[in-house]
């Protein structure tokens, strides 16, 4: 069956670094754009990078430009979110979305907590 599933989440200080990771399995994970979005307590769920299919394009919300990089492994069918320089803004649970129309796969999610 379909599964994304997310690690490398948890608590970091200012400043600090994490890299969330997505395995994929069950679809054609190279053929479809894969996602990371976020989704803090009371707020709309974000989308916060994206990468093409190939990986020869990328996207990222403004408030992480420069910060977090996205990057996918087709061999290891896996996405990848490099997060530097996280701030307290950056806490939420982030999540893994594989999008080729109309299809569409989520995984379950992965906390991230920025901290002092």
């Known amino acids: 069956q379909v599964q994304l599933v997310e690690s490398g989440g948890g608590s970091v200080q200012p400043g600090g670094s994490l890299r969330l990771s997505c395995a994929a399995s069950?679809?054609?994970?190279?053929?479809?754009?894969m996602n990371w979005y976020r989704q803090a307590p009371g707020k709309e769920r974000e989308l916060v990078a994206f990468?093409?299919?190939?990986?020869?394009?990328?996207t990222y919300v403004e408030s992480v430009k420069g910060r977090f990089t996205i990057s996918r492994d087709n061999a290891r069918r896996t996405v990848f979110l490099q997060m530097n320089s996280l701030k307290p803004e950056d806490t939420a649970v982030y999540y893994c979305?594989?999008?080729?129309?109309?299809?569409?796969?989520w995984g379950q999610g992965t906390q991230v907590t920025v901290s002092s």
């Open positions: 069950g679809f054609s994970f190279s053929m479809y754009n």
């Open positions: 979305n594989a999008a080729w129309h109309p299809e569409e796969h």
């Open positions: 990468i093409s299919n190939t990986g020869s394009r990328t």
